[in-house]
């Protein structure tokens, strides 16, 4: 039963994979519509621009309501009706932020840099070579083992929690970042996506390289990576994306604030939202910017690599 | 590709073959891989499933080394808990709101940037935008929004002359107003999932349909929804898994006061994860707490089973 949903999933995430190899994606692909444009009445068409565009500010308003409210003097803030613009800035919300209650958002950040990009780049080796093993290797009882790591993505994170921070307590690991770290440092889906990918790298190229006698491991960082990176990059965006944002597995292994990452220094204003707006805005914003910048640049990416992973966002 | 000429002849005069071979060769390549990261999955994955497993069936208490096997006690407390059975409730009444409006609005938002011609790629980018942000920060954000005097939304409503509302802070509107915040958030996925499955119905569908003289309406519901079930399907699965472990939007949102637990006003957004994370972490009643991470798990499993079912069916068109 298992199985056959994992095939489920496998099946749909092929399409995509095999399309990012052949450099256009579905989504790049319709450019079709042309037809339908001719057809369409002009006004239809600025009637559906218009109710887009009025989604698009429900979708954009809420972070320029932070970035006017992180700005605001404190009065401002209390004013009905709401100022639309800010009518004096002021910094202040945003000093406070280097010096809280409990920590400090400078710490958070770069703690959050070091751990992300860790996770990143180890994810990144183990799922390759992981990947290239599973698609391009030749050994007894692979296909078992392949489904074994799959059904692990079926399991949820609730099943493990508890028994994993038993773990780290043991390991002595609570308050430190291996606890962060070394777990995630293998991740099924990233083994399943770079398998699929490297399955589309012809095997004649490898043995090709072999003949020349090209060692494994130089084969490995000189055909398959490279000729990964599409693949690649997709898993790094996700990967980044998903670590910048956890949240409850710190939440747990974690209480020096020192150690914060931005979402659990953010977590808490959760309780004073309505007496230190000013602060929780710009704290927010100190995690919203840098991936809207890095977004603004590679969107095309972002989205690729988010609807691989299905619902995964 | 392009060596492929010259490969015979630097296999000869190359260097002389390895002892053992290319085989070997990549065997080492396949232990030095695999060992390493069997290890990683056995501790840091597979043992701590079994583990949980197990202590479901113990009352194992504050991290303590002893535990006594207790059989099925702790799924007996589950089923007469009336904290477990209103975050249930929530839960499945968190999902029943989420994803009928997940898939109707991200199906008709897909319809309508794939129709929007030339300004499609901007609205496809500021749809997605949310989906990449902190769900911490923009839980945050929402939680001034709602906020009941300062609020924009109330605000909003206040000056066009029309009665504000408590959102967070009212249980019949709490729950609500989260499941609003995460359409918000996660509706790029869907549009995006939607339009990926749009583009891949073959056009020749619509061309034969508009043949036979079918105007639109009926083209919609009997040639696209049909043919986008596989894309709906898996929408619908993952959503639900996702829903069902919801926690963060909660965590953030729905503690009203400054020290107030999360999953309040009075319980009304106390779902699974939240009750399960404070039984466990906060209680430290950790075989209870497993046994509603394998409650819920078993939950999801169901619904799997029944992906499987539906996809089945589809493939049969």
Redesign the interface.
Same mark, same amino acid.
């Given at each position: 039963m298992t199985s056959r949903s994992t095939q489920a999933v496998a099946g749909h995430a092929v399409g995509p994979a095999s399309a990012l190899a052949g450099g256009r994606t579905p989504l790049a692909a319709a450019e079709e519509p042309a037809l339908a444009r001719r057809r369409r009445p002009a006004p239809t068409r600025y009637l559906l621009w218009l109710l887009l565009g009025l989604g698009s500010v429900a979708m954009i308003g809420p972070f320029y309501w932070m970035a006017i409210t992180s700005l605001k003097p404190r009065q401002e803030l209390l004013a009905f009706p709401p100022t639309w613009w800010p009518e004096a800035f002021t910094l202040d919300h945003w000093r406070s932020l280097n010096d809280l209650t409990t920590g400090s958002f400078p710490v958070f950040f770069r703690n959050s840099l070091f751990v992300t990009t860790s996770i990143t780049l180890l994810t990144l080796l183990t799922s390759a070579a992981a990947g290239y093993v599973f698609a391009k290797m030749d050994f007894p009882g692979r296909d078992r083992l392949f489904w074994v790591v799959l059904s692990m993505m079926m399991i949820p994170f609730t099943v493990s929690i508890i028994p994993s921070y038993a773990l780290m307590s043991r390991l002595g690991w609570i308050n430190t970042y291996w606890a962060l770290i070394v777990p995630v440092a293998v991740n099924p889906f990233g083994i399943f996506l770079m398998r699929q990918f490297i399955s589309s790298i012809p095997s004649d190229l490898l043995d090709a390289a072999r003949i020349d006698g090209a060692s494994e491991f130089g084969i490995f960082c000189r055909i398959v990576i490279p000729l990964s990176q599409a693949a690649l990059a997709a898993l790094a965006i996700l990967t980044f994306i998903a670590q910048w944002d956890n949240f409850l597995w710190p939440l747990v292994v974690l209480n020096e604030p020192d150690l914060y990452t931005l979402p659990l220094g953010l977590a808490q204003f959760r309780g004073r939202v309505g007496t230190d707006v000013g602060a929780t805005a710009a704290g927010s914003l100190v995690s919203v910017i840098p991936v809207l910048v890095v977004y603004a640049f590679a969107q095309r990416k972002f989205i690729e690599g988010i609807a691989l992973s299905g619902l995964k966002g | 590709?392009a &060596?492929?000429g010259t +490969?015979?002849l630097?296999?000869v005069s190359?260097?002389p073959p390895r002892k053992g071979g290319?085989n070997a060769?990549?065997?080492?390549? +396949?232990y030095a891989?695999?060992v390493p990261?069997a290890l990683?999955?056995l #501790?840091? $994955?597979?043992?701590? +499933?079994l583990?949980?497993?197990w202590?479901s069936f113990t009352d194992w208490r504050a991290?303590s080394p002893d535990r006594q096997f207790v059989g099925l006690r702790n799924y007996a407390r589950l089923v007469n808990d009336s904290i477990f059975i209103t975050a249930l409730v929530n839960t499945l009444q968190f999902a029943a709101m989420y994803l009928p409006l997940q898939i109707a609005c991200g199906l008709g938002?897909a319809l =309508?940037?794939?129709?929007? /011609?030339k300004?499609?790629s901007f609205?496809?980018?500021?749809?997605?935008?949310?989906? #990449?942000?902190?769900?911490?920060?923009?839980s945050?954000?929402?939680? $001034?929004?709602y906020?009941p005097t300062?609020g924009?939304f109330n605000?909003l409503l206040?000056?066009a002359g029309l009665p504000t509302l408590g959102f967070l802070q009212s249980p019949s509107q709490a729950l609500a107003s989260i499941v609003f915040y995460t359409l $918000?958030k996660?509706l790029?996925?869907?549009m #995006?999932?939607f339009? =990926?499955g749009l583009? /891949?119905i073959d056009?020749s569908f619509y061309e034969a349909a508009k043949v036979d003289g079918g105007s639109r309406w009926p083209i919609f519901w009997q040639i696209t929804v049909p043919l986008l079930r596989?894309t709906t399907i898996?929408?619908l699965v993952?959503?639900i898994?996702?829903t069902? &472990?919801v926690?963060?939007p909660i965590?953030?949102?729905s503690?009203v006061?400054?020290?107030?637990p999360p999953g309040g006003p009075a319980n009304s957004t106390t779902v699974? =994860?939240i009750y399960? $994370?404070a039984t466990?972490?906060e209680e430290l009643d950790?075989g209870y707490?497993?046994a509603? /991470?394998?409650a819920?798990?078993a939950i999801?499993?169901v619904v799997?089973?029944a &992906?499987?079912r539906l996809?089945?069916q589809s493939w049969e068109y």
């Open positions: - | 590709m &060596q492929v +490969v015979p630097r296999a190359g260097r290319r060769a990549q065997r080492r390549f +396949v891989t695999l990261l990683l999955f #501790v840091f $994955w597979i043992y701590p +499933v583990n949980g497993l202590g991290f938002l =309508a940037i794939e129709a929007s /011609g300004l499609k609205f496809r980018t500021v749809y997605f935008l949310p989906v #990449v942000t902190s769900v911490i920060a923009t945050l954000i929402f939680k $001034w929004l906020q300062l924009l605000q206040e000056l $918000w996660s790029g996925v869907t #995006v999932l339009m =990926a583009n /891949g056009r596989p898996l929408v993952t959503g898994i996702n069902l &472990q926690f963060e965590f953030i949102m503690s006061g400054e020290n107030s699974v =994860a399960q $994370w466990a972490f950790l707490g497993m509603m /991470g394998i819920l798990f999801i499993l799997t089973l &992906q499987s996809l089945k």
